[in-house]
């Protein structure tokens, strides 16, 4: 089945710098890349995700760039600011199409 | 829209009891997922339902868990005899159709005392 390794587990930044968290994915047959952001307590929530007809998405602060051929995807947020302190979690569907198979996450602090 | 409804939040429970996790998709929504989610862990999918219909449960453990989604009524997630290595975060998600977006619940935090 699908697996998904997320990197680093944990991440410091300084207010105002850029972060970058990477994940990789198993299954070729993968076709759909979220990435979840989940602040202490509170539910997962989407903030960008990707198909795997484009490489690259943008969403103000926040990309994702997607390679196919090395089956990676990874997570940009430019200009950090506090607020953006949570654990962020990347995903991919599995070869069913039933399921998002989530990595185990990347601790994102960012100190002002 | 109401979002994903979870209920109850919090759920205690003592070793070999019983505990039922409720969770009521977004409006339109006929796709519900449920994740467990242990302390400094990812989530790992359980079991991926439509109505009246089990559609994967790969990661459901093979003894004393069970799901449902009836015609009527919340999904339910269901432990029998629960053990202290039961005790999780347990997080259901909906979507409209299969291969759209996932959207959560705030989670039921059960512990096993």
């Known amino acids: 089945g699908e697996n998904v390794e997320q990197h680093p587990s944990t991440l410091s930044v300084q207010e105002g710098d850029s972060a970058v968290i990477k994940c990789t994915y198993s299954?070729?047959?993968?076709?759909?890349f979220p990435w979840y952001k989940q602040e202490l307590g509170k539910r997962p929530q989407l903030i960008i995700d990707i198909r795997s007809n484009v490489g690259e998405k943008k969403d103000q602060r926040i990309a994702v760039t997607l390679n196919k051929t090395a089956k990676h995807f990874s997570l940009h947020i430019t200009e950090t600011q506090p607020e953006d302190s949570a654990v962020y979690f990347c995903?991919?569907?599995?070869?069913?199409?039933?399921?998002?198979?989530f990595g185990k996450g990347t601790t994102l602090s960012v100190s002002s | 829209n109401a979002g994903v409804m979870q209920n109850p939040r919090h759920l205690v429970r003592r070793r070999g009891q019983e505990a039922r996790l409720r969770c009521s998709p977004m409006?339109?929504?006929?796709?519900v997922y449920w994740y467990r989610q242990l302390p400094e862990e990812g989530l790992k999918f359980m079991v991926y339902?439509?109505?009246?219909?089990?559609?994967?449960e790969s990661g459901m453990p093979k003894e004393r868990f069970s799901a449902e989604f009836p015609k009527e009524g919340p999904s339910i997630l269901r432990i029998q005899q629960v053990v202290r290595g039961d005790s999780a975060a347990y997080f259901c998600a909906s979507s409209r159709e299969v291969e759209e977006k996932l959207f959560f619940g705030s989670g039921t935090q059960l512990s096993v005392l």
């Open positions: 409006k339109g929504h006929s796709h």
């Open positions: 299954d070729s047959a993968s076709n759909y």
């Open positions: 339902l439509q109505k009246e219909n089990i559609i994967d």
């Open positions: 995903a991919a569907r599995n070869q069913a199409g039933t399921a998002l198979i």
